[in-house]
């Protein structure tokens, strides 16, 4: 068991977590609703936080490789923006994959604001919606890079 400090939206944590523990994981037993299991071997997106603002799969991730790093969850304030978009296209059906949706999508237009809705969308190739809601959630993109220009 090793000693963590990460922070998550803005607040500070220190876990004690064994060295194999996961960052899903890890968010999980912080209770970050942000922070959602599915497929668990990097294939479906769905657990997609931001490590210093970087896009990637915390099932993947090992709590220990990121000590002292800034996580970003969709329940933080950094992406109420982008949820807002996502809500007003209505983007959602179940919702499981939206958190991961509207943190992929803020991460690409955070690294490049000029950036086109069909370049965003193609970064969105690795998260996966089994409801289908892949319209809305295209319109959601559309609205945020419509606002962004
Ligand atoms: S749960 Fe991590 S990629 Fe599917
Ligand atoms: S809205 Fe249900 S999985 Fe995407």
């Known amino acids: 068991v090793t000693e963590v400090e990460l922070v998550v939206d803005g607040h500070r944590h220190v876990v004690s977590v064994p060295v194999e523990e996961t960052l899903l994981e890890t968010l999980r037993e912080l209770d970050s609703p942000g922070a959602r299991y599915c497929c668990g071997i990097g294939v ?10 970087a896009a990637v ?4 991730l090992l709590t220990v490789m990121v000590a002292g790093r800034e996580i970003t969850t969709a329940a933080g304030e950094a992406t109420a923006r982008t949820r807002d978009a996502f809500v ?3 983007a959602f ?3 499981y994959c939206i958190p991961a949706m509207a943190l992929t999508v ?5 690294e490049d604001p000029a950036r086109s809705a069909a370049s965003v969308c193609e970064q969105l190739g690795g998260n996966l919606c089994r409801c289908g809601s892949y319209p809305q959630i ?12």
């Open 138 to 149: 295209r319109e959601a993109v559309e609205r945020l890079v419509e606002e962004s220009s």
């Open 106 to 110: 803020h991460a690409a237009l955070a």
């Open 88 to 90: 007003h296209s209505g």
């Open 57 to 60: 799969s915390s099932c993947l």
């Open 44 to 53: 479906c997106g769905t657990c997609t936080v931001l490590v210093d603002g």
């Open 93 to 95: 059906q179940c919702s």
